[in-house]
């Protein structure tokens, strides 16, 4: 807050002696790198309400996690002390447990399925459950599918990941589905990883392919196993203390701006998706691409009993049904 008031105060002296605007930066963070997708999403998003606001807010971005883990952001973001977060839903259940059910391993099918479930009744049903407890959810954004990387074997099918230590999200939907693959869950906040992994705290880890290579996991990983075991969304998330200070109008320029960096954000993904895999083998990894997913996908079946208790079968049917 205390970095915040400085520009509103300079902007409001300028707009007095000159008319000119006064201008409110907004702190916005996320995980990885600027040239990442989170970047890409998060710089769309900040050029467009910027553009749609006339000019009366803008963004100062944090990358690299610079504000802290995405569970720090999000609180900070739900308290008022930072504006903005493009965060995955890692550690968005803690806070609104309805998310959780969007973190089930093998919920989604492919990318078309997971963004229109997102994009629809039940996503948007899921921005007003976060609505309610104080975090507005401007459009959800992407971390994309997750992959298994470790620094002891190949992972072909569910019972090479057996017995392995995986750092994990701070997110017990993951750590509940993991432990059925035999998988050792630690869960652990992002800045922590490159180290725990450079130091062999944790054999391996998983993460969506823009992640690997933002945060150069192939210097410290040697395999890759395409698993696709569960789909990260993540969303642009915006504090109340701002959102409740806006006109219906720049209410509607934030909202249209986010659906624009959201469509970065995930053009984004699909081209490391496309082009990624191919220089993560020519930085040295080992990438199993032909992953037994059956294997996985038996081995989880069991898991959903306390899944459909905990969130409704009828909830987990109704987003397996979206065509
Ligand atoms: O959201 O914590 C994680 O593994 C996340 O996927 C990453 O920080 C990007």
Known sequence: MKQLIK????????????????????????????ASHYGVGSTVFCEEMEKGTQGR????????????GEREMIEAVQLGT???????????????????????????????????VMDGPIGQDLQKKMEAKGLI????????????????????QATDASGLKMRTMEN??????????????????????FTALQQGTVDG???????????KFSQVQKHLSLT??????????????????????DKAAFT???????????????????NGIAQLKSEGMQVIEKVDGESFRKAVAPAYAAFAKEFGADKIAAIQAVK
């Open 256 to 274: 249209d701006a986010a659906k624009k960096g959201a469509a970065a954000q995930r053009k984004k993904v699909n081209d490391d998706e496309n």
């Open 228 to 249: 696709g075991h569960v789909y990260s969304p993540a969303a642009l998330i915006l504090s109340p203390a701002v959102w409740n200070k806006l006109s219906a109008a």
């Open 172 to 193: 017990k939907v993951h750590m509940d589905g993991y432990k059925t693959f035999g998988i050792l869950p630690t869960p652990m906040a992002f800045p922590e990883l």
């Open 7 to 34: 520009p509103i105060a300079l902007a409001a002296m300028l707009a007095a002696a000159g008319g000119v605007q006064a201008q409110t930066v907004l702190k916005i963070g996320y995980a990885t790198t600027a």
């Open 82 to 116: 930072q504006d903005i977060v493009n965060t995955s839903t890692g550690p968005l259940g803690n806070f609104v447990p309805e998310v959780k059910i969007v973190d089930i391993p093998f919920l989604f099918r492919d990318y078309d399925h997971a963004r229109k």
């Open 57 to 68: 807010y803008k963004c100062q971005q944090f990358p690299n996690s610079a504000l802290g």
């Open 137 to 156: 959810n401007l459009a959800w954004t992407e971390n994309g599918f997750r992959h298994m990387t470790n620094s002891k074997r190949p992972i072909n």
């Open 205 to 215: 880890q998983e993460n969506p392919i823009p992640v690997i290579l933002a945060s």
